[in-house]
């Protein structure tokens, strides 16, 4: 059976744990999350310590942001550890877009749009006027204008990023919460039915899988609605 198209956040505090839960849900998911406290702590060597032999997809989220050269430098330093998506800040402009795009062929870059914790009303103090579904939708345009094959918005606004840029681009959606989990500390949250229905194609999902107490069930739960959603509306993974 194919793997379901859920990134598995491994947001764990030491690598023997990132490590257990990823073996634990790569029979059932398609891509594990590495992000940056893992990747700090432990460096590149984490990749292979959590990829082992399983082939799984890394998705790795270090949110670069810098000068194009800078981050030119950065996507070349991680190319060897063959990441399928890594993440830089939409807010980098279109050249840091390219660069990072220009650097890593083999990877999908994935531009993270406006975060999630920020209110309107921090938007505002940064600079960005207006509703941030309408910076949402700009930023999206200017990156995939740049290159970027993939985005990450909030699952409440992946129907407008959508409808802004068509079909081909792979959106990325945290804040997935299964009918009846814990919101914990997101705000902006959808199931992964309603996600998939609205047009992500990869849901991040982390603490109602890795704080199961079987997260391997857990991931095998979720995958397995998902593919009833996908089956019922006969789009492909
Ligand atoms: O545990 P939970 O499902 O909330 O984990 C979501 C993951 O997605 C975390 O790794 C978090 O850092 C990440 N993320 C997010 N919101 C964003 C971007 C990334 O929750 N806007």
Redesign the pocket.
């Known amino acids: 059976m194919r793997p379901a198209p859920i990134a598995v956040?491994l947001?764990a505090p030491d690598l023997e744990t990132a490590a257990h839960w990823a073996s634990l849900v790569t029979p059932h998911v398609s891509t594990v999350?590495i992000?940056l406290e893992l990747y700090l702590r432990y460096g590149p060597e984490v990749i292979a310590s959590i990829r082992g032999a399983s082939g799984v997809q890394v998705f790795l989220?270090l949110k670069l942001h810098d000068i194009p050269n800078t981050v030119e430098g950065a996507a070349r330093a991680v190319a060897r550890l063959r990441p399928a998506i890594l993440t830089v800040h939409a807010g980098g402009g279109p050249a840091m877009i390219s660069a990072a795009v220009e650097a890593l062929p083999a990877t999908q870059i994935a531009a993270?749009t406006v975060?999630?914790?920020l209110s309107e009303a921090d938007l505002e103090r940064v600079g960005i006027a207006g509703p941030s579904e309408d910076a949402v939708r700009r930023m999206s345009a200017m990156a995939v204008g740049a290159g970027a094959q993939a985005l990450?918005?909030?699952p409440r606004e992946v129907a407008t990023v959508r409808a802004e840029v068509g079909p081909d681009i792979t959106l990325i959606t945290?804040?997935?919460?299964p009918a009846g989990a814990e919101s914990?500390?997101?705000a902006r949250i959808a199931t992964p039915e309603q996600a998939l229905a609205d047009g992500a194609d990869l849901l991040?999902?982390?603490?109602?899988?890795?704080?199961a107490a079987d997260p391997g069930a857990a991931a095998a739960g979720i995958a397995a609605a998902l593919r009833r959603t996908l089956a019922d509306s006969d789009r492909a993974v």
């Open positions: 956040a947001d999350k992000g989220d993270v975060l999630t914790s990450v918005c909030s945290p804040g997935i919460r914990q500390d997101q991040v999902i982390g603490r109602p899988i890795t704080g």
